[in-house]
């Protein structure tokens, strides 16, 4: 299919496509395929005071009723499926059968939301005081701030937007400046939306196009109490300190290195088919993308020959064919960046297969590249450190507590997971001796979570929780009640006080 017909599809007319300052390549080949508008800060100002106003009202809408609102988003998501899904594979470089994996977890957030929004619980607690009662009540909170990154370039925003929206807040997303044609198609949809629903107000959720700089003025605006920020640890450090200096409240999703420890009663085809997934899908380009596997001695040898060859037999190429299992990278500048990790993984003592580039002669504007497998003596610095390509490090080990060493033995603490039959080893994984990180599976690859749980992970990692569980709380402020129905006004803890 055409690039103007994908476009044309989401509701993109030359409008919004063209006249604009930021330039928009699809990694399929480079082409550019549109020049978008940016906003200026004197607009970004403008739409934080819409935020605000949207917010004012949309706070006195029962929660039900948000969640009513949320309902048919969820359903036009599910008309829209097919065509966003493949704005997104044209758009990041993702294949079509995970752009519309990402687009089913919009709806599946959306579905998550509608019942949250009967279920926004607080406890009630006796009161030590006699005619004395005491509960906690949950509360909106304001704007809510959502930064994405380009690897999940509608999924993001789903995920913050239908909890913050049933929360009863208003929502600003700054995407990223690599995809915003597909947060333009969401916010067409949106609109579409929110004009056939009597209660939904102007500005209850905008887009803010433009890079870092226009996503910094959001998040020192102290119009905006919540700042949901998804991308690299060095973003999160900024956006961290910023939002800290003025009390704010942060949700940080950052960089992952993510492991997975092969035992020896592990299913070695199970995990293999594991590993292929989870560190070639997205072309590597996911927070959870598999980055290190800790194999045992006595199966290393076994697990890495299949390896191999799984990884010669890969289809790559373009992402919108349904044969290809790996698409491109996302620019240049990521391809710059693999090639030197296996330069520095080569110094550092490791012997490489894969990682060149392919393709170059169909696509010369397009990066594909051979996903590398590199095996190294140890954990060396570039292991480390979260390259964002697709790139695993294989590392032996000989004692399991040796393995969950190395396991958490890197800065980040996003996702990880154990291949064992013995239940010894599996619950030792998920003990406080286990794993340090927001995510733990067993015998399942470290990534393609599911909404119900709150996804998130610790250290540099940002320590941030979204989606399912009971994520919503860091969307609301928690008040807490002490009602008086008595004709006396008896203190705590017993302190006699008279006046
Ligand atoms: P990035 O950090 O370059 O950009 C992410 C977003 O942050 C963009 O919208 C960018 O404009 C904005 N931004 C950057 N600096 C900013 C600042 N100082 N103030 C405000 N906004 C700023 O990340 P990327 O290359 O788009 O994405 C890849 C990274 O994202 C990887 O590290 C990956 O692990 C991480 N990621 C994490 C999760 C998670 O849930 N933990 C999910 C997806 C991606």
């Not at 029962?62 to 966003?84: D, I, M, S, T, W």
Request: proline share 5%; with cysteine; hydrophobic share 40%.
């Amino acid at each position: 299919m055409a690039y103007e017909e994908l476009l044309e599809n989401n509701g993109l007319t030359s409008a919004v496509l063209s006249g604009g300052t930021l330039a928009v390549h699809s990694p399929i080949d480079g082409a550019e395929v549109a020049r978008v508008k940016t906003h200026t800060p004197e607009q970004a100002r403008e739409i934080i005071a819409a935020g605000v106003a949207a917010f004012a009202a949309w706070r006195t809408v029962p929660a039900p009723r948000r969640g009513e609102f949320v309902r048919l988003l969820g359903n036009e998501l599910r008309v829209q499926k097919e065509a966003l899904a493949s704005l997104v594979s044209m758009e990041c470089g993702k294949i079509l059968q995970e752009g519309l994996g990402e687009v089913q977890e919009m709806i599946d957030i959306c579905d998550f939301a509608v019942g949250l929004s009967r279920q926004l619980y607080g406890l009630t607690m006796p009161s030590e005081r006699p005619g004395h009662t005491m509960r906690e009540l949950w509360q909106p909170m304001g704007v809510c701030g959502v930064i994405s990154a380009f690897n999940f370039p509608v999924a993001v925003w789903s995920w913050n937007a239908a909890l913050a929206m049933v929360c009863g807040n208003s929502v600003i997303w700054k995407p990223s400046e690599k995809t915003p044609l597909t947060a333009l198609a969401v916010q067409n949809i949106f609109e579409k939306v929110a004009t056939g629903f009597a209660e939904a107000p102007v500005g209850l959720s905008q887009i803010l196009i433009g890079d870092s700089q226009i996503g910094a003025a959001m998040v020192a605006s102290e119009d905006v109490p919540i700042i949901s920020a998804t991308g690299s640890t060095g973003m999160g450090r900024s956006v961290g300190r910023v939002v800290a200096a003025r009390f704010g409240r942060c949700i940080l999703e950052l960089g992952g290195n993510n492991a997975m420890i092969v035992t020896p009663s592990a299913d070695l085809q199970m995990a293999l088919r594991a590993i292929v997934f989870s560190a070639v899908g997205t072309a590597g380009q996911r927070c959870t993308s598999l980055r290190r596997i800790i194999v045992h001695d006595s199966v290393y040898d076994e697990l890495l020959t299949g390896l191999r060859k799984a990884y010669e037999g890969l289809a790559i190429g373009n992402p919108l064919d349904p044969a290809v299992l790996v698409g491109p990278l996302i620019d240049a500048d990521s391809f710059e960046r693999m090639q030197q990790a296996l330069v520095t993984a080569v110094e550092q003592g490791g012997i490489v297969s894969g990682g060149q580039r392919v393709l170059a002669e169909q696509y010369p504007d397009g990066y594909y590249v051979q996903p590398a497998l590199i095996e190294m003596p140890g954990q060396s610095d570039i292991v480390k450190t979260e390259t964002f390509a697709p790139i695993v490090y294989a590392m032996k080990y000989s004692s399991f507590e040796d393995a969950v060493a190395l396991q958490n033995d890197v800065p980040q603490g996003l996702s990880s997971c154990v291949f064992s039959g013995s239940i010894k080893e599996t619950e030792h994984f998920l003990s406080p001796r286990g794993s340090d990180c927001g995510i733990a599976n067993v015998n399942i690859g470290p990534s393609g979570a599911e909404i119900g749980g709150a996804f998130g992970g610790e250290k540099e990692t940002g320590g941030g929780r979204e989606s399912g569980s009971d994520a919503w709380k860091a969307y609301m402020r928690r008040q807490t009640v002490t009602v008086n129905y008595s004709d006396e006004l008896p203190l705590a803890q017993g302190i006699n006080f008279e006046v």
